[in-house]
């Protein structure tokens, strides 16, 4: 079964939602206001005096070369080199905090707005009626709508999202021209797509029984699970194209007809593992967040372990007794827990991006193409699983026993994907990062 059968869930369970996404908002204000607003302002004040100190060494400089002796303009190149490290030090520095706390903000906005709708849009459905059964069949059909609203959302936030971008560019203060047309399609597109993950997760909560595959090769094997390993087989089709464009590039191949056309010699290859390999701290975001995939995935392991574990009993060590003192609060917080690790990885990812942002690594060079598609396609796929996470925590504490023996299948199968995102970035790092 994909969950229990819980035709008697009423609708103010929904109501939790709504109070967890006003929690979420508060939580994600409190984070921009601290590193953003807050440090980041202080740190933006230190750029700002580095920049000045810059300017006055760049003047000495001027004027050492216009009438100093050789001593002179040798001291004041000196200072103007300190001057720089420490102007971009700063930059660097202020990007840092400012990005975090933008990128903490505009993430529990948007957990907000998925516990939020969702939970509002369910709350307000009618109920079913308490004597509703399910049958026993493995084979039992069980229309949604949300595959439809989902693909409509989708299409509707696609054809707006051009003017959504430039609407936040203009917001955010950029010499950019707002279109307000295309801001307003895309967000009704995403409030259509979240009504549909929110109309499938009540359908998940309530639960139906498992189909199960009846053709070969899958024949006796859960629908779910089989379709998860397609899926999983996709998307390693997808990431093997930007390995590939990655390594031809890399390796300096060049078709015939560029070759013949003088274009091999005009490339840019210049990397990101250029740029991040030849020093330890600008490694440190991607190998923190190389970590933080894989301790994610053993706690999604271990939420399983826990869900499918009759006889589970707390640990015997006071502090993890505590913290995971029943199965279904442990079940819970080890998905908490792989969430706020895969919401460290995009905080990181987003600092690092603005960092070679900032010393001039940029999509529109071949290099840079390729590696922000590829880091950014795996960066999406972290998030997409961060959302469908939100769903499972909400599940683990709804319901009375939470997830179980009967329903852990849904911890399986997600495990399946988010193993595929670990492994993915397992090899994503070493390619892009350090060859």
Excluded at 16 to 24: A, C, H, N, P, Y
Aim: aromatic share 12%.
């Amino acid at each position: 079964m994909s969950g229990s059968l819980h035709p008697e869930v009423k609708n103010e369970i929904w109501m939790k939602t709504v109070l967890i996404s006003v929690v979420l908002l508060v939580v994600g204000i409190i984070g921009y206001a601290v590193l953003a607003g807050g440090i980041g302002t202080m740190k933006h004040h230190a750029w700002e005096d580095a920049h000045d100190d810059l300017d006055q060494a760049e003047a000495d400089w001027n004027t050492a070369n216009e009438t100093g002796t050789l001593e002179d303009k040798e001291a004041a190149s000196d200072a103007w080199d300190t001057a720089h490290h420490a102007d971009i030090d700063a930059h660097l520095s202020f990007l840092t905090w400012d990005t975090a706390g933008k990128t903490i903000l505009v993430m529990f906005i948007i957990y907000a707005a998925f516990y939020g709708i969702a939970g509002f849009f369910n709350s307000i459905q009618p109920e079913d009626d308490d004597d509703h059964h399910y049958g026993d069949d493995h084979e039992e059909h069980h229309g949604s709508a949300s595959p439809i609203l989902m693909a409509g959302g989708i299409m509707l936030f696609m054809m707006g999202f051009p003017g959504f971008v430039t609407t936040c560019k203009a917001l955010l203060g950029l010499d950019y021209d707002a279109d307000m047309g295309g801001f307003v399609l895309s967000t009704i597109g995403s409030a259509i797509l979240i009504i549909g993950i929110g109309n499938w997760w009540n359908e998940d909560l309530k639960g139906h029984y498992e189909q199960i595959a009846t053709s070969h090769p899958f024949a006796g094997q859960d629908i779910r699970k089989a379709g998860m390993w397609i899926f999983l087989i996709s998307e390693t089709m997808v990431f093997a194209s930007f390995f590939s464009s990655y390594l031809r590039m890399r390796t300096g191949w060049c078709t015939e007809w560029a070759y013949n056309a003088g274009k091999c010699d005009v490339v840019d290859t210049t990397t990101a593992s250029d740029l991040l390999r030849h020093d330890v701290m600008t490694l440190l975001p991607g190998a923190i967040n190389t970590f933080a995939l894989i301790i994610s995935s053993y706690t999604i392991v271990l939420a399983l372990k826990a869900a499918k574990d009759i006889n589970w009993e707390p640990s015997s060590n006071p502090l993890l007794a505590k913290l995971f003192p029943t199965r279904k609060k442990a079940v819970r917080n080890y998905l908490i827990v792989t969430l706020s690790l895969g919401s460290l990885f995009i905080i990181l990812k987003l600092v690092e991006w603005s960092h070679l942002i900032a010393e001039g690594f940029t999509i529109d060079t071949q290099a840079g193409s390729i590696f922000y598609v590829a880091t950014g396609a795996h960066g999406l796929h972290v998030f997409i699983g961060l959302l469908v996470m939100l769903f499972m925590i909400f599940k683990a504490d709804a319901l009375e026993e939470g997830y179980n023996e009967e329903n852990g299948q849904g911890i399986e199968y997600f495990g399946l994907y988010w193993h595929f995102v670990d492994l993915a970035w397992v090899a994503i790092f070493p390619a892009f990062y350090l060859y």
